[in-house]
C-alpha cells in the first residue's frame, strides 16, 4: 500500500485499509467513498506553494461532448504529480463499461476504444469510485477541463448523487495565462513547445501522463514569472483578458 497517497495516509490513521474495507461488503465500500468525497471539501489553503501541493492529472474519454444528452465516459486516466515531479507510483487508467451501440465510429477511429474495450469494463459507479480513491484530497488538473469535469459532475450525480467537491486547475487556461503571444493552443502544440514526446494522443492514459509532463513545465514556468501559490495563480489569472 503507497503510504504517500493522501487517501491512504487519511486511511492509516483512522485504522482502515482497503482490503479491510473489502470484506466488510458493499454498504462499508460505499460509505468510504462518501467518506471521501466529504473530506476533499477540505481543500489546500490557497497560500499553499505550488510545489508544495499534490496534484493528479486526469483525462477522459468519452462517446462525444454532451453528457446531459447521454453522452458516456469511456476511459479514465490520472496521474499523480508531487513536489513538482511525476511520480514513479503506477498510473490510474481504467474502462468504463459502455451501452452496446453508443461508442460512434469516428471515436473508436480517433481513440482506439471499441465495444471489445468496454463490454466487460466497470460499470460507471464503480470506475468512478475506484477513481476517487485514487485522486484522495489531491488539486485536480485536466487540459480544457471543463470537457472532462462536466463528464465527472453528471456521473458523480448520476452513479453517487454527489459532486466533485475537488479544486479542479485548467491547464489550458494555464498556458494561456503563461504564453499570452501563441496562436495555437492546443494541447500538441503545448507538448512540441515544451519538447514532450507525444505518445499515445487521445488515450486517457497517454493524454494524462504527457499533460502530467507539462504541467511539471508549467509549475517551473510559473516560479520564473513570480508565480508561487494558488492565490499568486488565480490573481494571475482574474487579470487576463
Not at 466529504?38 to 474519454?61: C, K, M, W, Y
Not at 471543463?146 to 454527489?162: A, M, N, P, R, Y
Not at 489550458?172 to 494522443?201: C, K, N, T
Amino acid at each position: 500500500m503507497d503510504w504517500n497517497n493522501p487517501l491512504t495516509e487519511w486511511m492509516r490513521k483512522r485504522g482502515l485499509t482497503l482490503s479491510g474495507m473489502a470484506k466488510q461488503g458493499d454498504f462499508q465500500r460505499e460509505a468510504f467513498i462518501r467518506s471521501t468525497i466529504r473530506e476533499a471539501r477540505n481543500r489546500v489553503h490557497l497560500g499553499t506553494p505550488l510545489v508544495d501541493i499534490s496534484f493528479v492529472v486526469f483525462d477522459l474519454e468519452t462517446t462525444g461532448f454532451y453528457p446531459q444528452q447521454g453522452d458516456q465516459i469511456l476511459s479514465i486516466g490520472s496521474v499523480r504529480v508531487t513536489h513538482g515531479k511525476v511520480e514513479d507510483t503506477p498510473l490510474f487508467h481504467t474502462y468504463v463499461q459502455c451501452e452496446e451501440g453508443m461508442i460512434p465510429a469516428e471515436i473508436t477511429t480517433l481513440t482506439g476504444i471499441s465495444s471489445s474495450d468496454v463490454n466487460d469494463a466497470p460499470p460507471l459507479k464503480e470506475a468512478l469510485g475506484e477513481w476517487l480513491r485514487f485522486i484522495g484530497k489531491c488539486t485536480l488538473v485536466a487540459y480544457g477541463a471543463q470537457h472532462d469535469t462536466s463528464f465527472i459532475q453528471v456521473g458523480l450525480k448520476k452513479s453517487w448523487s454527489s459532486k466533485l467537491p475537488h479544486r479542479v486547475i485548467d491547464a489550458l487556461q494555464m498556458v494561456r495565462l503563461l504564453y499570452p503571444d501563441w496562436e495555437d493552443y492546443s494541447l500538441d502544440a503545448a507538448l512540441r513547445f515544451h519538447e514532450i514526446p507525444i505518445e499515445g494522443r487521445h488515450t486517457a492514459d497517454g493524454d494524462a501522463k504527457m499533460t502530467a509532463e507539462l504541467w511539471v513545465q508549467l509549475l517551473k514556468r510559473c516560479q520564473q514569472q513570480q508565480i508561487h501559490t494558488l492565490e499568486d495563480l488565480y490573481a494571475r489569472v482574474s487579470r487576463m483578458v
